[in-house]
T-cell receptor, first 115, second 111 residues
Framework: EAQVTQNPRYLITVTGKKLTVTCSQN?????MSWYRQDPGLGLRQIYY???????DKGDVPEGYKVSRKEKRNFPLILESPSPNQTSLYFC??????????????FGDGTRLSIL | EDQVTQSPEALRLQEGESSSLNCSYT??????LFWYRQDPGKGPEFLFT???AGEEKEKERLKATLTKKESFLHITAPKPEDSATYLC????????????FGKGTKLSVKP
């Protein structure tokens, strides 16, 4: 089954304790992306990756890091989490063909609470 | 500045009462406009992609249209199971991977 898998699904942690949210896709997609979703603000893009070793900032990258060492994995790293990073996070992936963006497949989300 | 605005924020319909959701955009070049449906506690689920003004796509009770400034999602004779938040996203010309989402329209369909 084609899917995007995020782990963990839920996490409560404390300010300053480094954490990683993993994202894996089994569709051989070139493009992967991270979003956060907050009430009243909608989905906002954090980082995206066009392919292995190619990453770029989205609209709200501050406080986050990513890496793309393998095609299937795109982890989101919070080196020193703060309470304003409490949010619902989504990972997504898609093919990228002929210079056109294609529909993204989304994971089920990770709810992060940082105290 | 690139912007995507959806209206209305919320819409309540009776079952069978057709209506339209709007997504207006101001972006520096359009690489694609996407409609998604999101149910509570779930990730967005893809509905339609539109690339050029004048393009239309249809699926069951939903029809998406695109002009140079906006897109409409028409819902014909909706059913309670169509209740969800509908999201519009635009891929901009400035950066190939950058996607901007609207804040969504929350649709409730009452039996």
């Amino acid at each position: 089954e084609a899917q995007v898998t995020q782990n963990p699904r839920y996490l409560i942690t404390v300010t300053g304790k480094k954490l990683t949210v993993t994202c894996s896709q089994n569709m051989n997609h070139e493009y992967m992306s991270w979003y956060r979703q907050d009430p009243g603000l909608g989905l906002r893009q954090i980082y995206y990756s066009m392919n292995v070793e190619v990453t770029d900032k989205g609209d709200v990258p501050e406080g986050y890091k990513v890496s793309r060492k393998e095609k299937r994995n795109f982890p989101l790293i919070l080196e020193s989490p703060s309470p304003n990073q409490t949010s619902l996070y989504f990972c997504a992936s898609s093919v990228f063909q002929g210079g056109r963006n294609q529909p993204q497949h989304f994971g089920d989300g990770t709810r992060l609470s940082i105290l | 500045e690139d912007q995507v605005t959806q209206s209305p924020e919320a819409l309540r319909l009776q079952e069978g009462e057709s209506s339209s959701l709007n997504c207006s955009y101001t972006v520096s070049g359009l690489r694609g406009l996407f409609w998604y449906r999101q149910d509570p506690g779930k990730g967005p689920e893809f509905l339609f992609t539109l690339y050029s003004a004048g393009e239309e796509k249809e699926k069951e009770r939903l029809k998406a249209t695109l002009t140079k400034k906006e897109s409409f999602l028409h819902i014909t004779a909706p059913k309670p199971e169509d209740s969800a938040t509908y999201l519009c996203a635009v891929a901009t010309g400035g950066s190939q991977g950058n996607l901007i989402f609207g804040k969504g329209t929350k649709l409730s369909v009452k039996p």
